[in-house]
C-alpha cells in the first residue's frame, strides 16, 4: 500500500493550495482519511479527518473556516484545500488512510510528507 501526497509548495500569506493524497495498491477498504502536519521543533499534530463516505469531516480549531478536507473514493484519493494561509501553517503535511484488513481489523498507512512554506 502506498499513499503518496502532492500540491505542497511554497505560497505568501493570505494564499491558497491544495494538497492531494493517492492511495494505491490495496485490495482492502479505504475507511477514514486524515491529514496531519509537523512544523519544525514540534509534535506532529492532526489537522482534520473525513469518515469513510465523505459525509462527516472535523477539523483542528487552528483550521477550521480556512481548510476543507474532501475525498473521491473512486480514485482513492483525498484532498486537503487551504485557503487563507498564514506563516504558522508552515509545516510538512502528512496523509493518513486507515484500511480494514480481514478479521476486522484496522491498519493504518502514512505518505511520506509534502511541504509547506507559508512566505509572510
Known amino acids: 500500500v502506498q499513499l503518496v501526497e502532492s500540491g505542497g509548495g511554497t505560497v505568501q500569506a493570505g494564499g491558497s493550495l491544495r494538497l492531494s493524497c493517492a492511495v494505491s495498491?490495496?485490495?482492502?477498504?479505504?475507511?477514514?482519511m486524515a491529514w496531519y502536519r509537523q512544523a519544525p521543533g514540534k509534535q506532529r499534530e492532526l489537522v482534520g479527518f473525513i469518515s469513510t463516505t465523505g459525509g462527516r469531516t472535523n477539523y483542528a480549531d487552528s483550521v477550521k473556516g480556512r481548510f476543507t478536507i474532501s475525498r473521491d473514493n473512486a480514485k482513492n484519493t483525498m484532498y486537503l484545500q487551504m485557503n487563507s494561509l498564514k506563516p504558522e501553517d508552515t509545516a510538512v503535511y502528512y496523509c493518513k488512510a486507515t484500511l480494514l484488513m480481514p478479521v476486522a481489523r484496522y491498519y493504518d498507512y502514512w505518505g511520506q510528507g509534502t511541504q509547506v512554506t507559508v512566505s509572510s
Open positions: 495498491g490495496s485490495t482492502f477498504s479505504i475507511t477514514t
